[in-house]
């Protein structure tokens, strides 16, 4: 799997502590706790090291893609490679 480039989700995790909520604008759940942030990064984590379970999908153009399941989140990838599948 090549490297993820995102912000550093142990750098997300560190915020936890010093905030109250974190926004986000997916699916109706806007509003959610600061304990998002270290289960996002865990979630990254588990990614890279190949140990999340994917479910594949397509979007709405019709693209393949893989969806990293956890529990109050998700992190959507490129198509079909194989990987664990939930």
């Known amino acids: ?10 750098r997300l995790a560190q915020l936890a502590d010093s905030v109250r909520r974190v926004f986000v604008c997916h699916f109706m759940r806007l509003e959610n706790e600061p304990v998002l942030l270290r ?15 994917y479910r594949e999908s397509v979007d709405s153009f019709q693209y393949p893609f893989r969806e990293a399941c956890f529990d109050n989140f998700s992190v959507y990838l490129a198509g079909d490679t194989g990987a664990p599948r939930v």
């Open 1 to 10: 799997m090549s490297q993820l480039s995102l912000a550093p989700p142990p």
């Open 39 to 53: 289960e996002v990064a865990e979630g990254f984590d588990r990614i890279v090291d190949g140990s999340a379970l």
